[in-house]
């Protein structure tokens, strides 16, 4: 039985659509591989452990106001520390000395990362040109209202702030999108609607009315 009904006949008659029109499942859109696992907590303890970690880095620097080089000096004489009592341990007590983590050496891991920076950019570019150019009238202001309200809320935090608030929205909203994903889209589906509309009312009343110079034909000569 459907959560929601909607009384207006434009809402019957339209189909429910995803958040921003994909066409393909969240984990295909972020990349797929193993990029895409963290984002989506499929690989709850490299998940949890890069949000502690970036959580860590954060308190450090904003609340303890750590200095970069006196935290990563710190870092690194605790560091070589646990090092070198955990091999100087392992002869006796029999453990396996320290190996770099196999995420750290391989290769693949980094250069999927940086493939799935470069083809989100290149998904980026040519759809910013289409709203940018006026081909999606809706879309435009959706996007210049965003960004105006991303300036207003970036003045009131410093680059810190504002670099872990993106990366807590990055670690937490596609993972809560795919658990919530049908209620959000019905709701983003309403507001796509509702600002059509406005659109359309604007156009009728405002841009319709204002007086345009006629269009001049060519002379073929």
Known sequence: MPIYESSESDDESTPQVKLFGRERPMHAILGGGKVADVLLWRNRKVSAALLIGVTAIWFLFEVVEYNFVTLLCHISITTMLVIFIWCMSAEHI???RPKIPELLSDEHAFREIVSNFHWRFNQFLPMFLHIAGGNDPVHFFLVIISLYIISVIGSYFDFLNLLFIGFLCMETLPYLYTQYEREVDYH???????VSKMYR????RVL????????KEKKHT
């Open 94 to 96: 029999g453990w396996n």
């Open 188 to 194: 983003a589906g309403q507001m796509t609607r509702k």
């Open 201 to 204: 009312r604007f156009d009728s």
């Open 208 to 215: 319709n009315k204002i007086p345009r110079a006629p269009v």
